[in-house]
């Protein structure tokens, strides 16, 4: 994943919040208004082009809405049954993205299949492009406030709806050139056409499901991620060195433990003194970041035993 370091501005509860909220809410409200225009489009042209961007926008509201609900509830304070925090239902929100969003492209496949064998000549072709547009700048809109919001919270559930309608606009764009090209005779374009959307809606669905399931088993973070982490520690005068780093993510939370390698004569009341400036230099780094560390001596660093150095 992409490393998140000194990429997120320092937020309050609840600032993120609001602008979690912003992000959630404009999707559905996007989505929606897309519903209403594509809908009226596709019984106007009777384009399975213009179908199947209908389509993607159904499962785009129903992504939109679960990630309305999951968002609200990573947002909810660690209790005493979920000590972590909630942040792993974003992750869950992105693995059912990903389901919604291949059952979408499957769909449309088999549609596509069904009207290259009885083929239907584009009716209304400047109502189909004009929506076509319309939806295109809606959704660079949203894009823009997604983008906004990823770049201060750093969300993994709105940056996988955001890369969903990154792909929604190159998909519109593809049915504006079926629609052009059936103007000039060219109608078994239309389902082909439909079909490669097809194909990209299902990558799509393998990338954000992919990433989410990931998350969910707690895959480390980036090597860029670690290796800044270990670079801030051992910044630190008292620490000879870091062993057995462990990160992972939870919602906006990154997750990390580690070992220092510290002085074997130091006093315990020293030992945590330096370990808890580490947890403050990394904490400020990361603003989102959730820091335990560990105290070892350095002397019995790789001994038999005991933990060998190492990330």
């Known amino acids: 994943m992409p490393d998140k370091i000194a990429k997120v501005t320092p937020l309050s509860h609840s600032e993120a919040e609001r602008l979690l909220k912003l992000a959630t809410r404009a999707s559905v409200i996007t989505a929606a208004t897309l519903i209403i225009t594509k809908l009226a489009a596709y019984v106007y042209t009777d384009s399975v082009s213009v179908l199947a961007s209908l389509i993607d926008s159904f499962m785009d509201i129903g992504a939109s809405m679960l990630n309305l609900a999951a968002?609200?509830?990573?947002?909810?304070?660690?209790?005493?049954?979920?000590?972590?925090?909630?942040?792993?239902?974003?992750?869950?929100?992105?693995?059912?993205?990903?389901?919604?969003?291949?059952?979408?492209?499957v769909f449309l496949i088999v549609h596509a299949i069904e009207r290259l064998y009885r083929p239907t000549p584009v009716q209304g072709l400047e109502v189909?492009?004009?929506?076509?547009?319309?939806a295109i700048l809606a959704t660079l809109l949203l894009i823009a406030i997604q983008q906004h919001v990823v770049k201060k919270t750093g969300s993994t559930a709105i940056k996988a709806d955001s890369i969903h309608y990154r792909a929604d606009v190159l998909t519109?764009?593809?049915?504006?050139?079926?629609l052009l090209l059936s103007k000039f005779g060219w109608s078994g374009v239309d389902p082909l056409f439909a079909m490669?959307?097809?194909?990209?809606?299902?990558?799509?669905?393998?990338?954000?499901?992919?990433?989410?399931?990931?998350?969910?088993l707690d895959r480390e973070l980036s090597d860029e991620f670690r290796e800044r982490i270990v670079a801030i520690a051992t910044s630190h005068e008292d620490v000879y060195g870091v062993h057995e780093l462990r990160t992972r993510l939870?919602?906006?939370?990154?997750?990390?433990?580690?070992?220092?390698?510290l002085n074997d004569l130091l006093p315990l009341i020293e030992a945590h003194r330096i370990a808890d400036e580490v947890e403050q230099m990394i904490i400020t780094a990361i603003p989102t970041s959730d820091v335990v560390i560990h105290q070892d001596p350095v002397g019995l660093v790789g001994r038999e035993g005991h933990e060998t150095p190492g990330e």
């Open 71 to 105: 968002v609200n509830y990573s947002l909810q304070p660690p209790d005493e049954e979920h000590r972590f925090g909630h942040g792993k239902a974003e992750s869950l929100a992105g693995l059912a993205q990903g389901t919604f969003i291949a059952g979408s492209g």
């Open 128 to 134: 189909g492009v004009g929506v076509m547009v319309f």
């Open 172 to 178: 519109n764009g593809a049915i504006i050139a079926a």
């Open 196 to 216: 490669v959307i097809a194909v990209y809606i299902l990558y799509s669905a393998w990338g954000v499901g992919s990433e989410a399931f990931h998350d969910l």
């Open 250 to 261: 939870s919602g906006r939370t990154e997750f990390i433990q580690m070992h220092l390698e």
